[in-house]
């Protein structure tokens, strides 16, 4: 039977079980670490795809690894589907402030590269997948609300039921059904569906990008499309193109123009995957200066988005270094 003088433990049983405690909470510590670190590409993956910014998506996963550490185990049944709330909440705050900010953006915006060759940004089994990360569909996300382009993220890149997607929104499966439609609508009208021969677009953008390198005038014209339009984010830090320019023989004269700068000729040049599509990453000085992302359409480049900021360059800079 318990008693009052069984229950007084001497100093040293005190200090035993405290290290017992520290050192099970060090352990459970270590433990939630290793299940955080399980899915960390997929939490990076979803929140870049929400937010077009690898240094937002950064910051994103460090604070859900925040919560992650300090939430009670006991309210955790399933990790992965409380990550997957946690993250995309404290994005779809992330985006409301974002759009103000890029209403004042200098010059056109583009998202962050991301080198995605060895899955950076999650699974690329599918074409949903690969194409969830391309240019042409983040700049078509946009066009979204936040919680329209977060029912869409979840339902096509990572495949989760309208009951989950309205779990993890906190709405009722009925409106987040209503939601997909409308975001559906809104993009699968515009995009272009990724090209089948990931080979014979990788051969493509090197002739395109040797033909403009050359001045083969001839040759850009046989490979960029006639509404084809290239886009040039500097972030007001850099010199670039403050406008689209539109058309084949613009975008001709535009190119030839870049390419007799100066600078060109101590550029080394890499073909890479970015955004899950066969591109261009320009160095200068063993950095990266640009990346050049075209898009392919029927055989032929139909637009060409070059990212020149350095702040957006920073994420690809690290993956390189």
């Given at each position: 039977?318990?008693?009052?003088?069984?229950?007084?433990?001497?100093d040293?049983?005190?200090g035993?079980h405290?290290?017992?405690?520290?050192?099970g909470?060090?352990?459970r510590?270590?433990?939630?670490?290793?299940?955080?670190?399980?899915q960390?590409s997929?939490?990076?993956?979803?929140?870049?795809?929400?937010?077009g910014?690898?240094a937002?998506a950064e910051?994103?996963?460090?604070?859900t690894?925040?919560?992650w550490l300090?939430?009670d185990?006991?309210?955790?049944?399933v990790?992965?589907?409380?990550?997957t709330r946690?993250?995309?909440n404290?994005?779809?705050?992330?985006?409301?402030s974002?759009?103000?900010?890029?209403?004042?953006?200098v010059g056109?915006?583009?998202p962050?590269?991301?080198?995605?060759?060895?899955?950076a940004l999650?699974?690329?089994?599918t074409v949903?997948?690969?194409?969830?990360?391309?240019?042409?569909?983040l700049?078509?996300l946009?066009?979204?609300?936040?919680p329209?382009?977060?029912?869409?993220?979840?339902?096509a890149a990572?495949?989760h039921?309208?009951?989950e997607?309205?779990?993890v929104?906190?709405?009722g499966?009925a409106?987040?059904?209503?939601?997909?439609?409308?975001?559906?609508?809104?993009?699968?009208g515009?995009?272009?569906?990724?090209?089948a021969?990931?080979?014979?677009?990788?051969?493509?953008v090197?002739?395109?990008?040797?033909?403009?390198?050359?001045?083969?005038?001839a040759?850009?014209?046989?490979?960029?499309?006639?509404?084809?339009?290239?886009?040039?984010?500097?972030?007001g830090?850099?010199?670039?193109?403050r406008r689209?320019?539109?058309g084949?023989?613009?975008?001709?004269r535009?190119?030839?123009?870049?390419?007799?700068?100066?600078?060109?000729?101590?550029a080394r040049v890499?073909?890479?995957?970015?955004?899950?599509t066969a591109?261009?990453?320009?160095?200068?000085d063993?950095s990266?200066?640009?990346?050049?992302?075209p898009?392919i359409?029927?055989?032929?480049?139909?637009a060409?988005?070059?990212?020149?900021?350095?702040?957006?360059l920073?994420?690809v800079?690290?993956?390189l270094?």
């Amino acid at each position: 039977m318990d008693t009052a003088a069984d229950a007084a433990q001497p100093d040293d049983d005190h200090g035993d079980h405290g290290d017992h405690g520290d050192h099970g909470d060090r352990d459970r510590s270590v433990a939630d670490v290793a299940v955080f670190e399980q899915q960390r590409s997929r939490v990076f993956g979803l929140a870049y795809r929400l937010l077009g910014s690898a240094a937002d998506a950064e910051d994103m996963v460090q604070e859900t690894f925040l919560r992650w550490l300090a939430a009670d185990p006991g309210t955790v049944s399933v990790p992965e589907a409380w990550l997957t709330r946690v993250v995309t909440n404290l994005c779809l705050n992330r985006l409301t402030s974002a759009r103000v900010q890029r209403e004042r953006y200098v010059g056109p915006w583009l998202p962050e590269p991301v080198l995605t060759g060895e899955g950076a940004l999650g699974p690329m089994d599918t074409v949903e997948q690969r194409e969830s990360v391309s240019f042409g569909v983040l700049l078509l996300l946009e066009r979204l609300t936040p919680p329209e382009r977060a029912v869409f993220v979840l339902r096509a890149a990572f495949g989760h039921s309208h009951r989950e997607i309205a779990a993890v929104l906190d709405i009722g499966e009925a409106h987040a059904r209503q939601l997909y439609h409308r975001a559906r609508g809104h993009v699968g009208g515009h995009r272009r569906r990724f090209a089948a021969d990931a080979d014979e677009q990788s051969r493509l953008v090197e002739r395109f990008f040797a033909a403009a390198v050359d001045g083969d005038i001839a040759g850009l014209e046989r490979l960029l499309a006639e509404d084809v339009v290239s886009w040039a984010d500097g972030g007001g830090q850099v010199t670039a193109a403050r406008r689209p320019v539109s058309g084949r023989d613009r975008v001709v004269r535009y190119l030839l123009g870049v390419g007799r700068r100066p600078e060109a000729a101590a550029a080394r040049v890499e073909f890479r995957e970015v955004n899950a599509t066969a591109s261009v990453v320009i160095r200068l000085d063993g950095s990266p200066a640009a990346v050049l992302v075209p898009e392919i359409r029927d055989g032929r480049v139909a637009a060409v988005r070059i990212v020149v900021s350095p702040a957006k360059l920073a994420f690809v800079s690290a993956q390189l270094a």
